[in-house]
């Protein structure tokens, strides 16, 4: 009986997909000063929303883009492949490859020799600064940003 109820509750529960997130876009923003020392956030127009390294690719844009192809940045191998699978980055796909990226493409290649130059693992706040990345690759985002900035 007991293993009958449980069952119908998980069934009762709404069903989550990996483009659904739980993140707190201003919680990501602050966040997101932990990712700037490698990647920045600079809009196709040019408009750099955060100026940050160039280790890492641009990440204007990424949730939606297919793994792999953002301008001006050359991937790793494991990346490229990830881009061969058809791959689309995702807001909960992004925070679960920021907690632990050679374990998020070992595990979506199939492959357990799979690499990323990406050292740094992120607990903590990935969903946030996934949240906060979704709005950043709208072009209502830049222009409303900019409105914020002006005096």
């Not at 920045?40 to 297919?66: C, E, H, K, Q, Y």
């Amino acid at each position: 009986m007991r293993r009958t109820l449980l069952a119908i509750l998980c069934l009762l529960q709404p069903a989550t997909t990996s483009a659904q997130t739980t993140g707190d876009p201003d919680a990501g923003e602050r966040g997101f000063t932990r990712c700037r020392a490698c990647h920045s956030v600079t809009a196709a127009d040019g408009t750099v929303i955060v100026r940050g390294g160039a280790t890492g690719p641009n990440l204007f844009g990424i949730i939606g883009r297919p793994a792999g192809t953002g301008e001006g940045y050359r991937y790793s191998q494991a990346f490229r492949d990830l881009a061969a699978s058809g791959f689309v980055w995702s807001e909960a796909d992004l925070a679960s490859f920021v907690a632990d990226p050679p374990t998020f493409l070992q595990q979506r290649l199939g492959d357990p020799a799979a690499t990323t130059g990406m050292g740094f693992r992120l607990r903590s706040g990935g969903e946030d600064i996934a949240a906060w990345l979704a709005l950043q690759g709208t072009s209502r985002s830049v222009s409303q940003r900019t409105k914020d900035q002006t005096p």
